[in-house]
C-alpha cells in the first residue's frame, strides 16, 4: 500500500474511534505486554554477558559459559547448546512464526521507539517511509529546536545500544573503564574507533533505515520463512463480520508494516505484533462485543472439534520432531557443565635426555576458569628420591598457564617405569596423567 493510500484512509477514520470508553482505560491487551517482553530481552542482552552467563574471550578466541572458557574438547557443552538453541529456534519458527521480531529483535524495538518519538515531535505522518516517500513534518512542529531533540535523543540512544556489544567481549568493569575513560590495559587501543564506527551505524539505522532492514535486508527474516506452515500462528479474520469493516482501515491504519492484517498470508511480512487486533478491539469496546481479527494458529474447519483440542494436536505434531533434539540439546549441556574439567594437565617430554630415555618432563597447567587458584602437584609411582620437581605449589592467574619441570634421577636400573602426575586443586578437583619413562 502506498503512503498516500494510507494517509487519505487515516483521514477516514470515523470519530468512533474509543480511546477512553466512559472512563475504561484503553484496550490494548498485546502492546504492553510486548513492550515489556522487548524491555526484558534489552535487559537480558546485557545481563547475559555482564553476569558470565555467555560471552567472547577475543584474547583466547573462546566461548565463556559461567565464567568457565569453553574449549574445542568440551564437546558435549559446545554441542548441546547449538543443539538446544537451533532446534528451539525451529521450534519456535514452526509454531510461532515471525512473533521474535515483533516481540524481541532489538532492531524492531529500536525502529518502534524511533517512529514513535518522530511522530510525537514532528507530527504523527512523519514517517520514515518503506516507499520511499520524503518524511512529512506538520508545519507547527517543523521547529529547529524538534529536530535538535530528534538527532541529540537518536545520538543517545545509538551510544548506548552500541555499548551493547562489548559486553560480550568484556568483563563489566572493563566496559566501565572505557565508558569512564579510564587507562585499563585490558582495553584494546583502537576500541574507540570500532565503538565510534558502530555509533554512526546504530544512528543512520535508528535516523534513516528503521523497518527497511527488517523488510528489505534481514536475512533472519528469511531462515524464520523456511520453517513457517498454514498452522503457524497469524492473524485471522472474522469474514463473517465484514460489514462492519465499512468504512474503517483502523488496523490497516495501526500496521507499521504496512499490512492488511484482514488478508494476511503464510509467507507475507506479518511478524505477529498484535497491534491491529488491539486497535480492532478497541473500535469494538463501546459496543461491548470482541473484534474482528484475532491470533490463530490452525484453519478450524472442523468445529465439532474443540478450538483447544485442535491447538493441542497442532503443536503436538510440530513438536514431535524438534522437541526431541531440544530435550536432547539441553541434556547434553547440562552434562557438558557437570562434567567440565576445570584445569588442564598435560606432560610432555623437555629436552633433557640422556642416550635414548628422557630425563626431563614438562608439566604444563592452565586454569580454564576466570579467577585465580592454586594447583598442587604430586608424582605417584616413582621411588623417593628418583625424582625432583621444580615446585610442588603452583599459582594460576585467571585463565593462565604455567608450567613446571620434572626430572628423574639417571641412574634408575634399566626397565619402563609407569608413573602419575596427579594435580588437585582446592575445590577437590583432582586431575591424573599417566607416563611411561623408559630407563636405560
Ligand atoms: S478488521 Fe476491525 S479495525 Fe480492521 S477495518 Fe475491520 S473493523 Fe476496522
Ligand atoms: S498485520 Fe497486525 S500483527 Fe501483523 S504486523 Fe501488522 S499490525 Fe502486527
Not at 21 to 29: F, H, L, Q, R, T
Not at 60 to 80: H, P, Y
Not at 331 to 337: E, K, R, T, V
Amino acid at each position: 500500500m502506498t503512503g498516500s493510500v494510507k494517509y487519505k484512509s487515516i483521514s477516514r477514520i470515523p470519530v468512533k474511534v474509543v480511546l477512553k470508553a466512559a472512563g475504561k482505560p484503553v484496550y490494548s491487551e498485546f502492546r504492553w505486554k510486548r513492550r515489556l517482553l522487548q524491555l526484558l530481552v534489552l535487559f537480558l542482552a546485557v545481563l547475559i554477558p555482564a553476569s558470565g552467563l555467555f560471552r567472547i574471550d577475543p584474547s583466547a578466541a573462546a566461548f565463556v559459559v559461567l565464567d568457565r572458557q569453553i574449549w574445542l574438547s568440551d564437546f558435549s557443552l559446545v554441542t548441546g547448546a547449538w543443539l538446544f538453541l537451533a532446534s528451539s529456534l525451529i521450534l519456535m519458527y514452526s509454531t510461532a512464526g515471525m512473533v521474535f521480531c515483533g516481540w524481541a529483535c532489538p532492531q524492531n524495538t529500536m525502529s518502534e521507539w524511533a517512529n514513535n518519538l518522530t511522530h510525537k515531535l514532528l507530527g504523527k505522518h512523519a514517517e520514515v517511509s518503506l516507499t520511499g516517500e520524503a518524511i512529512r513534518v506538520a508545519g507547527a512542529k517543523n521547529k529547529a529546536l524538534n529536530w535538535f531533540l530528534l538527532g541529540i535523543s537518536f545520538l543517545g540512544a545509538a551510544m548506548f545500544f552500541a555499548l551493547i556489544p562489548l559486553f560480550y567481549f568484556y568483563q563489566p568493569s572493563v566496559v566501565w573503564s572505557f565508558i569512564t575513560f579510564q587507562e585499563d590495559a585490558r582495553l584494546a587501543s583502537s576500541l574507540h574507533w570500532i565503538y565510534a564506527v558502530c555509533v554512526v551505524i546504530i544512528f543512520i539505522d535508528i535516523a534513516m533505515i528503521r523497518h527497511f532492514w527488517c523488510r528489505y535486508a534481514c536475512i533472519y527474516r528469511v531462515w524464520m520463512h523456511s520453517f513457517k506452515t498454514r498452522q503457524t500462528l497469524r492473524v485471522a479474520y472474522d469474514a463473517s463480520r465484514s460489514k462492519e469493516c465499512d468504512k474503517c482501515s483502523y488496523c490497516v491504519n495501526s500496521c507499521f508494516i504496512d499490512l492488511d492484517p484482514r488478508k494476511t498470508d503464510v509467507y507475507d511480512s506479518c511478524i505477529n505484533c498484535g497491534d491491529c487486533i488491539d486497535a480492532c478491539n478497541r473500535m469494538h469496546q463501546k459496543q461491548g462485543v470482541p473484534g474482528l481479527l484475532r491470533f490463530e494458529m490452525l484453519e478450524r474447519k472442523n468445529q465439532s472439534v474443540s478450538k483447544l483440542h485442535n491447538v493441542a494436536i497442532s503443536l503436538f505434531t510440530r513438536m514431535g520432531w524438534t522437541a526431541p533434539f531440544v530435550v536432547l540439546g539441553a541434556s547434553m549441556f547440562i552434562w557438558g557443565l557437570w562434567s567440565y574439567q576445570p584445569y588442564h594437565v598435560v606432560v610432555g617430554h623437555a629436552d633433557v635426555q640422556q642416550g635414548r630415555s628422557v630425563q626431563g618432563y614438562r608439566i604444563a597447567l592452565t586454569n580454564k576458569l576466570y579467577h585465580a587458584t592454586e594447583l598442587h602437584v604430586k608424582v605417584l609411582g616413582l621411588p623417593q628420591g628418583t625424582y625432583q620437581l621444580s615446585a610442588e605449589n603452583v599459582k594460576l592467574s585467571a585463565v593462565g598457564r604455567e608450567s613446571l619441570m620434572l626430572s628423574i634421577v639417571k641412574d634408575l636400573p634399566r626397565g619402563i617405569y609407569s608413573f602419575v602426575v596427579e594435580v588437585s586443586a582446592g575445590d577437590a578437583w583432582k586431575g591424573r596423567f599417566p607416563v611411561q619413562h623408559f630407563s636405560e
